[in-house]
């Protein structure tokens, strides 16, 4: 536990009626990933426009690496890197110029920049579009310069909004080696998500947030026991053995199991993933054959029926009348 | 889809790539001038990337000089060349100003997407973004004059100031576009979409620039519209580029000009940069 990156005290931010950020208080420490995990419209974008100095709080305050974002805005803004949820560069031009852009903008002679803008497509894998627009990337290679963009010079912490949002799996983990070759390299990230299985593949901590506020904080691990693990579905060969590998479960797992509508089929949510592996084997011990089984992870659904008792994708609140 | 299928397969993140480029310096910032200008190179980058964007700076100017010299010039002046003398100074007047409210739109569609967000993101001189797009404006103002003028000489005009009136008032002119073109720069930070900056544009120019001297001389006109004439910014900005061509230098009037241009910056440029500041 270092010291804070990142420091809010009641952060609030309101567009109209819509109370967009409604009183945030965040301490992300210096080092590795912070997930800030929310549905559309959780105010994720806001609270990182308010964070990169782009927008005025209207209430509360927050200090990014010790320096206070409206009275220091701009010792803030030259040690952060910012990659928006919408293209950050300028798709007119090719990748090459942009990085030269941002580079010469930042200090660099226009030797240095062209050097450092080669490197930087180099480590992205964009030498060969470099002198490609923009417009006619693909959209992983788009995130990517994107994300190239926000490193021109080493920021000591970057925002990452919603960086894998529709990008195919491959694309998403190339991602994902991004963030943590930088997080290896000492930079801090904030990144926001609407995956839950992202924060928890590369968050150290999580805030989950909805309507503007934080209603959960704490390691994937934390959040996860919240809800339960996910669930195991199981699939026998013979149906008639059902009643008798309901009761193994159950036994093994410690919850309920229900039988599914397929007559050979089992399902339970479970709370202990390492008792699984147990529970299959007591399985086979006593005769009872699995053609078929899959562990559910939790779902970003699940987390929030769990913490809100809300659907993340529902937004009307009934409960508020 | 986009991308050729040789490179989706190659491995493009390297770990001990990304490892070198995160070990990167940090240079000095640099001042308020050189990042001015480099944002003006990003506007010619724009420029050169999507040439489609000088058809106004090119079609205008060609249509409304042919336009007005053949289907007006006997008409108002006895004839086409005598008219052609009097109105190409004009139309060069009209073209740049009209030019200038390309400025709005550009910049409107500009701060709809992501990229002005990280402009505003960086350790620079605020309005540098702007003033640098303004910059790059120039280039397109210069076309536009280069094209009127040589067209004008192919038709027949022929300016008694010699080049150095006419390389004066296109000098001129430019000045007077720069500053006239924060007054889209706020509007376009005031305006919602690329549409709606250009049809309240319009509704300021057609009368600005119709409600002048550029096509008419104003005395045939009832009273109380050469008192709005004479109040037009561009009504002055005409008589100069008008009296540059020919060869007399209104001394009083390039003063009005310039006392007019700086007026426009100084109301203009603050309250954009107030708007741009606090844009959402
Ligand atoms: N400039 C704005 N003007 C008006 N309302 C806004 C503005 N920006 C955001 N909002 C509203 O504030 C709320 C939060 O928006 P925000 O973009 O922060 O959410 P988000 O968590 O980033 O969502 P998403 O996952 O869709 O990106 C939404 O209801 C949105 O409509
Ligand atoms: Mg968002």
Redesign the pocket.
């Known amino acids: 536990m270092g010291k804070l990156a990142i420091e809010t005290r009641g952060l609030k931010k309101s567009?109209?009626k819509?109370?967009?950020?409604a009183g945030v208080d965040l301490a992300v420490s210096a080092g590795g990933v912070y997930g800030v995990l929310?549905?559309?419209?959780?105010?994720?974008?806001?609270?990182?426009?308010m964070l990169a100095t782009l927008l005025h709080p209207d209430a509360g305050e927050a200090q990014v690496l010790g320096y206070d974002v409206v009275r220091d805005a701009r010792a803030v803004r030259s040690r952060v890197g910012l990659t928006g949820?919408f293209a950050s560069v300028d798709e007119d031009l090719t990748g090459v110029e942009n990085l030269l852009l941002l580079a010469r903008l930042l200090g660099y002679s226009r030797r240095r920049g062209r050097e450092r803008a080669a490197d930087l497509l180099d480590a992205f894998g964009l030498a060969e579009a470099a002198d490609r627009q923009v417009k006619k990337y693909s959209g992983g290679m788009r995130r990517r310069i994107d994300i190239a963009a926000s490193l021109v010079v080493t920021p000591e912490l970057i925002f990452l909004?919603?960086p894998t949002?529709g990008l195919d799996p491959r694309s998403r983990n190339q991602v994902w080696e991004i963030v943590r070759g930088m997080v290896a390299e000492g930079t801090t990230v904030l990144l926001?998500t609407?995956y839950l299985d992202e924060a928890d593949q590369l968050a150290d901590r999580i805030a989950v947030?909805d309507h503007?506020k934080v209603i959960a904080e704490g390691s994937s691990g934390q959040l996860k026991a919240s809800v339960g693990a996910g669930s195991l579905h199981v699939r026998l060969r013979a149906p008639e053995q059902r009643a008798e590998a309901e009761r193994v479960l159950a036994g093994v797992l410690e919850v309920q199991v229900e039988p599914s509508a397929d007559p050979a089929a089992l399902s339970a949510r479970i709370s202990d993933p390492e008792r699984v592996a147990r529970s299959l084997a007591e399985l086979s011990r006593s005769g009872i054959d699995v053609t078929e089984f899959a562990l559910g992870q939790p779902s970003l659904d699940e987390v929030f029926l769990a913490l809100t008792g809300h659907a993340a994708e529902e937004t009307p609140e009934e409960d508020a009348a | 889809m986009n991308a050729t299928s040789a490179e989706q397969a190659s491995a493009p993140v390297t770990e001990d790539a990304l490892r070198s480029v995160l070990a990167g310096e940090r240079p000095s910032s640099p001042g308020p001038v050189l990042t001015s200008l480099t944002f003006g190179w990003r506007a010619l980058l724009k420029i050169k990337h999507v040439p489609e964007q000088l058809v106004d700076v090119t079609m205008f100017p060609i249509m409304f000089t042919l336009m007005f010299t053949y289907l007006f010039g006997g008409a108002l002046a006895g004839s086409t060349q005598e008219y052609l003398q009097f109105l190409l100074p004009g139309i060069l007047v009209q073209a740049n100003v009209m030019i200038t409210m390309n400025t709005g739109i550009t910049l409107n569609t500009d701060i709809q997407k992501g990229v002005f967000d990280r402009f505003r993101s960086l350790p620079v001189w605020r309005p540098s973004p702007l003033v640098g797009a303004l910059l790059g404006d120039v280039m397109r103002y210069s076309i536009g004059s280069a094209i009127v003028i040589t067209l004008g000489l192919v038709l027949g005009f022929r300016p008694e100031g010699g080049a150095v009136g006419v390389v004066l008032s296109v000098v001129l002119l430019l000045v007077f576009s720069f500053c006239l073109s924060w007054l889209w720069t706020m509007l376009s930070l005031i305006l919602r979409t690329p549409n709606s900056v250009a049809g309240v544009s319009m509704m300021v120019m057609f009368p600005l620039t119709f409600v002048s001297n550029i096509f008419v001389d104003p005395k045939t006109m009832p009273g109380w519209l050469q008192a709005v004439v004479e109040v037009n910014p561009i009504t002055h900005l005409a008589t100069v580029v008008r009296g540059l061509m020919h060869g007399s230098v209104p001394a009083g009037e390039i003063g009005w000009v310039l006392v007019s241009s700086v007026l426009l910056v100084a109301v203009f440029g603050p309250i954009t940069m107030v708007l741009y500041r606090n844009k959402?």
Do not use: C, L, S, W
């Open positions: 567009f109209g819509t109370h967009a950020v929310g549905p559309n419209g959780a105010g994720k974008t806001t609270a990182i426009r949820q909004d919603e949002t926001t609407q947030i503007g | 959402k």
